[in-house]
């Protein structure tokens, strides 16, 4: 079992920087691939970044490539978002998410078990 918590979300200009952290509770992070998804209103939830469990060769959206950075420390439990340039269009709710004991990491929102409750990003233009 994993539980989720995000925070670090808020109100910030287009062309600014945020950082999105995700905490994590129980012994299995470090065996466990992890993403980052965002909900805008009206649409679906959609696929931001993913990290697999080494860290290496994470994958991101096209949308956010070169602009956001996910990172994980297994030590400390938890996985990060980093975003920078931000657009009026990367407004959304965003949500960590676990796969169970599962290493490899996934684009698609259906291969992940455990959700946080998400963590709302403005970006005014």
């Known amino acids: 079992q994993v539980q989720l918590v995000e925070s670090g979300g808020g109100l910030v200009q287009a062309g600014g920087s945020l950082g999105l952290s995700c905490a994590a509770s129980?012994?299995?992070?470090?065996?466990?691939?992890m993403g980052w998804f965002r909900q805008a209103p009206g649409k679906e939830r959609e696929f931001v970044a993913a990290i697999s469990r080494s860290g290496r060769n994470p994958v991101y959206a096209d949308s956010v490539k070169g602009r956001f950075t996910i990172s994980r420390d297994n030590a400390k439990n938890t996985v990060n978002l980093q975003m920078n340039s931000l657009k009026p269009e990367d407004t959304a709710v965003y949500y960590c998410?676990?796969?169970?004991?599962?290493?490899?990491?996934?684009?698609?929102?259906?291969?992940?078990?455990?959700w946080g409750q998400g963590t709302q990003v403005t970006v005014s233009s």
């Open positions: 998410a676990a796969r169970n004991l599962v290493t490899i990491l996934s684009m698609t929102s259906e291969d992940y078990d455990y």
């Open positions: 129980g012994r299995t992070f470090s065996m466990t691939a």
